[in-house]
């Protein structure tokens, strides 16, 4: 079945720059989605359709796209951005939905 | 204002099927383009995508739970249900449901607060 791979961990000090990455084969073709997950907290969405930032997210969360692999980079990196992060897109032909593994990120 | 409450038993026993109920506020299942998806989490791990149904009653599974798991929704109520069988304690997690929009892809936003099942006897 289809995967998406994360990095297990990243870690910045304040307000240094983070990226996380997922690499997945169906990627090129398919939008990926970003959620950031506070302790004890649901998911919240920060980016869509690879790129795009919902209305309350900060400016400083941004997504990209190269290939199979797509980033989220957040920018001057705050304390409260310390949470787990996890990908999500399709499988190539649209079928089912897929997570990637998640990545923590520490904040030093 | 979007919504979504998750309810259902916190502890089953194994073999026993798991229903959860999804509703939601804020929203109409009949709106061309809405959906409502469930998403699963291990304590400790990661999200797990389980399914989803469109506001066509269109409806998808994951392949690797296909055979256990049934989604059915009820506009008047503004409810989703799903239906989990043959439990097992490596089914243990918290569940969730999620407002979902289809523009070709998925994405899910915003999210329920989650209801943890323990699996166990």
């Known amino acids: 079945s289809y995967e998406l791979t994360q990095p297990p961990s990243v870690s910045v000090s304040p307000g240094q720059t983070a990226r996380i990455t997922c690499s997945g084969d169906?990627?090129?073709?398919?939008?990926a989605y970003w959620y950031q997950q506070k302790p004890g907290q649901a998911p919240v969405l920060v980016i869509y359709?690879?790129?795009e930032r919902p209305s309350g997210i900060p400016e400083r969360f941004s997504g990209s796209s190269s290939g199979t692999t797509v980033t989220l980079t957040i920018s001057g990196v705050q304390a409260e951005d310390e949470a787990d992060y996890y990908c999500?897109?399709?499988?190539?032909?649209?079928?089912?939905?897929?997570f990637g593994g998640g990545t923590k990120l520490t904040v030093l | 204002q979007i919504t979504l409450k998750e309810s259902g038993p916190t502890l089953v026993k194994p073999t026993q099927t798991l229903t959860l109920t999804c509703t939601f506020s804020?929203?109409?299942?009949?709106?061309?383009?809405?959906?409502v998806g469930w998403i699963r989490q291990p304590p400790g791990k990661a999200l797990e995508w389980l399914a989803l149904?469109?506001?066509?009653?269109?409806?998808r599974y994951s392949p690797s739970l296909k055979s256990r798991l049934t989604i059915t929704k009820d506009t008047s109520k503004n409810q989703v249900v799903l239906t989990m069988t043959n439990m097992d304690p490596v089914d243990t997690a918290t569940y969730y449901c999620?407002?979902?929009?289809?523009?070709?892809?998925?994405?899910?936003?915003?999210w329920g607060q989650g209801t943890l099942v323990t699996v166990s006897s």
């Open positions: 999620a407002h979902s929009t289809n523009s070709g892809t998925n994405w899910f936003d915003p």
């Open positions: 804020g929203f109409s299942l009949s709106t061309s383009g809405v959906g």
């Open positions: 149904i469109y506001w066509n009653d269109d409806k």
């Open positions: 169906a990627l090129p073709k398919q939008y």
């Open positions: 359709k690879d790129s």
């Open positions: 999500q897109s399709a499988d190539s032909s649209g079928t089912y939905e897929v």
